[in-house]
């Protein structure tokens, strides 16, 4: 009975297997039929069909697995090396098979040397037929690369540098065939055969080889020969080049170096044109920073303006080396050689708008290129200061820094920028100071008071014009509480308040000699801390929102810089009688100042 049982239950799990193996394979015609058109034929046809298909599909895994890339990825993956290539930098024996190789190509380039050391060959054909082998091998380099084999490519293109560099080296300095500029072009000409090799091979080591190899090579050059003009515009050719490399192939590290030499060598060029007596001409120290910022600048605008792309770190830091070394220098060989900076003003200051014209483009607050914005707003105000200041003196100046304050508080009012603020608020700093307002107020505290004539003419207009952005609607704080937005209206203000306190100080003593009364040491202290206790005073009694309302929160510092100035000066040097004048003043100051806050909140 068992038994019997036991094959029903076998006989049902047969049926039941096969049930599922049907349903299977029915499912997988199925599959197949809607998934492409039944072929026409028989039914040896179809088989031989799909037998056809097994093959190809057996034949594109094989080529897979042996590495060669599949037609439609090949095109997309263009950085990525293909699995051959990695395996091969991987594998020791291939690294020695490479490095015999390159050994072999080093004993060529030593028997070049010998020819040309016994006479066999010049030293010129010698050396030329050295730098045509070196790029022979720079050549196997970019096209072992470009045939996958990237080990192959580095340790060709490596061994050309190692032949190229010194013999760049030897033949100045033991030949005697280049001269410093000579030396340095022949140096640029390697270099950017290197790098472009590099660059289309998509090696990066090779890249930094070339670099640091460039590097070392022009510092010795430079040092032996005791030329430095030359090879800082190779070191700028260099670090433009390497910049290039970080935005084509994203190799950014390389990039830092060669900036920071290319800009130290420009120093030194400078540095060398205003020793006494110069070693280089001042037209070549300009030529040289000029490259330097031409080159650097204009790279970078070119990214954010061609391009359309952010600026970044690199940028931002490299463009403070750049300006500090090519800007300050130039400035700094005019003053030395007491040139005329005119011409070289009026450059910088049409820099310097074209920055600012450029800088709209990214005035939007939120939109994505607001960096630039801030990034080209602040490079034009540096060049429009700079020009100004190199261009003008005297009243000139003041007056044309003013004028400038007042392009910038216009372009604030319709934009509403804080950073137009700031802009309008350093000009007019900048314009208080060449006027000679800032001297003014300065004297409110101590020193010698300037005389009174027609002279301060350029001081009152610009302190008209500080007064009048002041009180107007840009500067007022529209809040119980300053933030940082506040600060240009503060700026004003404070060289308002302290000019004010000036000119109220000039005026009492030009109206005591014109009533010949004498005025000694001490009476002009007193006069001094009178006249800033009322501007104080005056300052509390504007409200806190509104107009001059920045120069209401700015009571309080006065108040406190006069009773400093009340311990540290008046106390010391003045008479009991004009020390009983001052401090009946500020007890005045100090009673008042406080209850007309109390009035305007």
Not at 13 to 22: A, F, H, M, N
Not at 43 to 52: G, P, S
Not at 504 to 528: F, K, Y
Request: proline share 4%; charged share 10%.
């Amino acid at each position: 009975m068992s038994g019997k049982l036991g094959r029903t239950r076998r006989a049902a799990y047969r049926k039941e297997k096969y049930t599922e193996i049907s349903a299977g394979a029915f499912s997988v015609e199925h599959r197949i039929q809607l998934r492409m058109p039944p072929p026409p034929g028989s039914i040896e046809d179809q088989i031989q069909q799909l037998t056809r298909r097994l093959a190809e599909f057996e034949s594109r895994l094989a080529a897979v697995e042996q590495g060669a890339p599949r037609p439609s990825v090949a095109a997309a993956s263009v950085e990525s090396p293909p699995p051959a290539s990695i395996a091969a930098a991987l594998d020791p024996l291939g690294a020695l098979t490479n490095l015999g190789r390159s050994l072999i190509i080093l004993g060529g380039a030593f028997l070049l040397r010998a020819l040309t050391e016994a006479g066999t060959w010049s030293p010129i054909l010698g050396v030329s037929m050295g730098l045509l082998y070196a790029l022979t091998w720079l050549t196997t380099s970019s096209r072992a690369a470009a045939g996958g084999h990237r080990l192959r490519a580095i340790f060709d293109g490596g061994t050309a540098l190692i032949i190229g560099f010194p013999l760049i080296v030897e033949a100045t300095l033991k030949f005697g065939l280049f001269t410093p500029t000579t030396a340095a072009l022949a140096l640029g000409a390697f270099t950017a055969c290197v790098l472009l090799s590099a660059s289309h091979g998509r090696l990066p080591s090779l890249a930094w080889l070339a670099g640091l190899g460039g590097l070392a090579t022009g510092l010795t050059l430079m040092v032996r020969m005791g030329a430095v003009a030359p090879f800082s515009f190779y070191f700028t050719g260099l670090g433009v080049g390497t910049l290039w490399l970080g935005y084509l192939r994203e190799w950014r590290g390389l990039r830092w170096p060669t900036g920071a030499v290319a800009a130290f060598a420009a120093l030194g060029v400078t540095v060398r044109a205003v020793v006494q007596p110069p070693a280089d001409p001042a037209t070549l120290a300009w030529a040289s920073q000029g490259f330097l910022l031409v080159t650097y600048l204009g790279s970078i605008a070119i990214r954010t303006l061609v391009r359309g792309r952010q600026v970044i770190v690199f940028e931002m830091a490299q463009t403070v080396l750049v300006l500090v070394v090519g800007l300050g220098g130039a400035i700094a060989v005019v003053h030395a050689v007491d040139a005329d900076g005119l011409w070289l003003g009026a450059a910088i200051i049409g820099l310097g708008a074209a920055a600012y014209a450029v800088s709209f483009q990214f005035l939007a607050r939120h939109a994505p290129g607001a960096l630039n914005f801030y990034f080209y707003s602040s490079l034009a105000l540096i060049f429009v200061m700079a020009g100004t200041w190199t261009a003008l003196h005297g009243p000139a100046r003041g007056m044309a820094l003013t004028g400038i304050g007042i392009a910038l508080a216009v372009a604030w009012s319709r934009s509403l920028r804080a950073t137009l603020g700031a802009h309008t608020a350093i000009a007019l700093v900048a314009a208080s100071e060449a006027a000679g307002l800032v001297s003014l107020g300065f004297a409110v505290f101590m020193g010698e008071l300037p005389s009174a004539t027609l002279s301060q003419w350029p001081a009152l207009v610009t302190f008209g014009v500080v007064l009048a952005i002041s009180g107007s609607r840009l500067t007022a704080c529209r809040g119980t509480a300053l933030s940082a937005v506040d600060a240009p209206g503060l700026t004003l203000g404070l060289v308002a308040a302290v000019g004010l306190a000036g000119l109220v100080t000039l005026a009492a003593v030009a109206i005591a000699g014109a009533l010949s009364l004498p005025v000694s040491g001490d009476m002009l202290t007193t006069i001094r801390t009178a006249a800033l206790s009322m501007v104080v005073v005056g300052c509390a009694r504007l409200a806190r929102t509104g107009r001059f309302s920045a120069m209401g929160w700015l009571a309080y510092p006065l108040l406190a810089a006069a009773g400093l100035k009340l311990v540290l000066i008046d106390v010391r040097y003045s008479r009991a009688s004009t020390l009983f004048a001052a401090l009946a003043f500020y007890g005045a100051a100090l009673v008042l100042v406080p209850r007309l806050r109390k009035l305007t909140e």
